[in-house]
């Protein structure tokens, strides 16, 4: 599959670049990374946290196709626009994490929290990456 596939699907549109509610989506997702600093990861928590920080890591790519004027309507999207920037592992990951959050998210599965400590780091350095590469402008 293809970025543009889920253009022809209407899952993408594509439009004029929206800087602003660019930068408000870094902002949000900074927020999120802000409170999560000092949250405490258990089994009871992991799950939550989880979900929070991968919604940091979506804002964050959400924003770089905001930049390009995309308007992206399915998550499955974001990981084929990080492919076709040349974010191989990225895309992985975002992927993964993608379907990770689906488990918690919409089938109710729990996480250990020790899965959530090492997706945590895994997260923010991804983030990070992203930020600096695509939009350092806006940080």
């Known amino acids: 599959m293809k970025f543009e596939d889920f253009m022809n699907q209407g899952k993408v549109r594509k439009g004029s670049p929206d800087i602003a509610k660019a930068k408000s989506l870094l902002q949000t997702s900074n927020n999120h990374l802000l409170f999560l600093k000092n949250q405490n990861i258990d089994n009871i928590s ?5 979900v ?10 959400e924003a770089m196709c905001l930049k390009e004027g995309f308007r992206v309507y399915s998550h499955e ?6 492919k076709e920037k040349g974010e191989i592992q990225a895309s992985l990951k975002f992927d993964n994490l993608r379907k990770l959050r689906n488990s918690v998210n ?9 899965e959530v400590k090492a ?8 983030i990070n990456h992203l930020k600096r590469k695509y939009l350092s402008e806006f940080i």
Do not use: M, P, Q, W
């Open 77 to 82: 999207a974001f990981t084929f626009f990080l």
């Open 46 to 50: 992991a799950g939550s946290i989880l």
């Open 106 to 114: 919409y089938y109710g599965e729990n996480i250990d929290a020790s």
């Open 52 to 61: 929070t920080y991968y919604e940091a890591l979506r804002e964050v790519t």
């Open 119 to 126: 997706a945590k780091e895994e997260i923010i350095d991804l």
